[in-house]
């Protein structure tokens, strides 16, 4: 007996130290990125450094659109809707708060530092906004196709039934058009999107779990590689039903958390961001339209939607990685419109020497005062912006949060 019992606990033993071998360096890794060791960065700029921009509330994502020099976010508006529902937090307290949301695509011009709403033209319907994307129209100068995510309450299980939304904008002009909705099963918990033509979005999920324990593994072990990106391949002439016209595959399957997304390098490069791991994914979007991953850089935060900036006449190019500074605090703070979310903003780029391949730096931080939540950010060219700086390597950074109050913009060094 006694020996069959040590046998056992010498067994479990074994086990035990293999499951820590196996698990410990991914979990540690996801500690250290949530922030649990990290005390609260103070802020790198003062509020007279910084600008705010007013009607901009809870902003998730903000894409730099060059063509016009102009930004587009997608913004909740209602101060109140992402404290009761919001399904990426797993927040589904009020849905019927949430079916009343009635968010709006802003664009925000960086000479004015003004955000203005842009009017739908045929919309008037639940919007509980998230992830965007901004692509030219190829077949009409002067105009761009926005996609966005709409995390739509459903009565019954699994809760929400969020899509896609795809518009259509003169650029310059007050308002937007509701091309269609998209709908399809492989499009479960969305989080952003990337549209590589009109008619073909890519769109992360960014758990497996909506809810429940399964659900915190996956925030807190980098090893649950457990969710995708899938493609959807849209008829833009099919606007009867959400789910007609729409062809889905998975184009990147054993993600960890994969979040926001972004353009890059090439036409066929995407970032993705896994958020919770802090690693950024460098995919290769193939001729048949899976996506191949083949690079990626770890990042000391959390991450979210990633950007890439290139300035030539400056000779500065590379990513802009915003998030928060103590990912570990959300599950606490996401119902409370007082609290404060500390940020960080990185700064990654390419590099020969010295090793290793990726330099990084913390180009802002903010203790959540100024800006809380950090979730997009995107650099422009100071001779884009409002005021000639005649300094050297420097440009606007702008940043926004998926529960900040306002978007800010500061002038950083690069
Ligand atoms: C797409 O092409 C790649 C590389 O040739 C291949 O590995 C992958 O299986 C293909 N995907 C599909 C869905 O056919």
New binding site residues.
């Given amino acids: 007996m006694a020996g069959t019992l040590r046998l056992l606990f010498s067994l479990t033993g074994i086990l035990l130290a293999y499951a820590v071998y196996i698990l410990g360096p991914p979990l540690q890794r996801s500690l250290t990125v949530l922030g649990v060791f990290r005390r609260e960065p103070l802020s790198t700029l003062s509020a007279e450094e910084i600008i705010v921009i007013q009607d901009t509330t809870h902003c998730e994502d903000l894409h730099y659109y060059a063509p016009s020099n102009t930004l587009f976010a997608a913004c909740e508006d209602n101060p109140n809707t992402r404290f009761g529902w919001f399904p990426p937090l797993a927040t589904f307290d009020d849905p019927e708060l949430g079916r009343r949301g009635r968010g709006s695509i802003h664009v925000i011009d960086p000479k004015t530092m003004k955000s203005q709403r842009l009017a739908f033209e045929n919309f008037d319907t639940t919007f509980v906004t998230h992830g965007i994307d901004v692509i030219a129209d190829p077949e009409q100068e002067n105009a761009v196709y926005i996609f966005a995510i709409n995390h739509l309450p459903d009565g019954t299980l699994p809760k929400a039934r969020s899509q896609i939304e795809v518009f259509h904008h003169v650029l310059g002009s007050p308002s937007i058009r509701h091309i269609r909705s998209v709908w399809h099963p492989l499009i479960r918990t969305p989080n952003d999107v990337y549209a590589s033509s009109p008619t073909s979005v890519y769109a992360t999920n960014d758990h497996r779990y909506r809810e429940g324990l399964l659900r915190t593994v996956e925030d807190v072990y980098s090893g649950a590689k457990w969710t995708d990106t899938v493609l959807l391949t849209i008829d833009l002439s099919v606007t009867t039903d959400s789910a007609a016209g729409v062809v889905g595959?998975?184009a990147l399957k054993n993600m960890h958390n994969n979040n926001g997304l972004g353009h890059g390098r090439s036409p066929n490069e995407i970032l993705i961001a896994s958020a919770a791991g802090g690693v950024l994914s460098f995919g290769e979007i193939?001729?048949?339209?899976?996506i191949?991953v083949v690079d990626s850089l770890q990042a000391e935060s959390v991450i979210d939607n990633p950007s890439y900036f290139a300035d030539g006449a400056m000779g500065v190019s590379g990513f802009v990685l915003p998030g928060v500074a103590r990912g570990v605090d959300l599950e606490h703070t996401k119902r409370d419109p007082d609290a404060t979310n500390s940020v960080m903003v990185w700064f990654a780029w390419e590099q020969e020497a010295p090793l290793p391949h990726w330099g990084q730096r913390l180009l802002f931080e903010d203790d959540g005062s100024k800006i809380r939540s950090a979730s997009a950010a995107v650099l422009v060219p100071v001779e884009s912006g409002g005021v000639a700086l005649g300094e050297d390597k420097k440009a606007w950074l702008f940043v926004t949060g998926f529960q900040s109050a306002n978007m800010i913009a500061a002038k950083v060094d690069l």
């Fill in positions: 595959s998975v193939l001729p048949n339209g899976s191949t």
